[in-house]
């Protein structure tokens, strides 16, 4: 004995073909955009990070090695300058010393970058009125030559 499937049933199952393929791209759609969008921003804010960190460091590295100290934080902010420039950034940069003078032997310098990463694709109409912008800092510390004179 042989079962037979009715033409009904059949037809059923034959009228979702290609459904399917809908499916998946309707939620690879929905799913990778965010995803995306998530790469793009975690990847801006890194950045942000790396350019504050280099931007801080080598400023008090540019700060502690200057001849004197009439031209000490033009070479910081030069330094930085680029740092941040390297990265992309428009960033800001502020030096204190621990004493006076600042580049006396073992004296301490702290530097401190700041930067404020904007979310990628974001009109700049929609950033006036909501802060879309993430604000990353670094400090550092740099300590002044043992033997170094007293200028």
């Given at each position: 004995?042989?079962?037979?499937?009715?033409?009904?049933?059949?037809?059923?199952?034959?009228?979702?073909?290609?459904?399917?393929?809908v499916e998946f791209v309707f939620l690879?759609?929905?799913?990778?955009?965010?995803?995306?969008?998530?790469?793009?921003?975690?990847?801006?804010?890194?950045?942000?990070?790396?350019?504050?960190?280099?931007?801080?460091?080598?400023?008090?590295?540019?700060?502690?090695?200057?001849?004197?100290?009439?031209?000490?934080?033009?070479?910081?902010?030069?330094?930085?300058?680029?740092?941040?420039?390297?990265?992309?950034?428009?960033?800001?940069?502020?030096?204190?010393?621990?004493?006076?003078?600042?580049l006396r032997p073992e004296g301490r310098?702290?530097?401190?970058?700041?930067?404020?990463?904007?979310?990628?694709?974001?009109?700049?109409?929609?950033?006036?009125?909501?802060?879309?912008?993430?604000?990353?800092?670094?400090?550092?510390?740099?300590?002044?030559?043992?033997?170094?004179?007293?200028?």
């Amino acid at each position: 004995m042989t079962a037979r499937v009715s033409p009904a049933i059949s037809r059923g199952t034959s009228d979702e073909r290609g459904s399917a393929v809908v499916e998946f791209v309707f939620l690879t759609i929905v799913v990778l955009i965010p995803l995306i969008y998530l790469v793009m921003t975690v990847g801006r804010i890194q950045a942000g990070t790396y350019a504050v960190t280099q931007a801080s460091r080598e400023a008090g590295r540019a700060f502690v090695t200057a001849e004197s100290g009439e031209n000490a934080q033009a070479r910081a902010e030069a330094a930085a300058a680029i740092a941040f420039a390297d990265f992309g950034f428009d960033g800001q940069i502020q030096i204190g010393c621990d004493d006076m003078p600042c580049l006396r032997p073992e004296g301490r310098v702290t530097t401190q970058a700041q930067v404020l990463v904007p979310l990628p694709l974001v009109p700049d109409f929609a950033r006036a009125v909501v802060p879309l912008q993430v604000p990353v800092s670094s400090t550092s510390v740099s300590t002044v030559d043992r033997f170094r004179s007293v200028p």
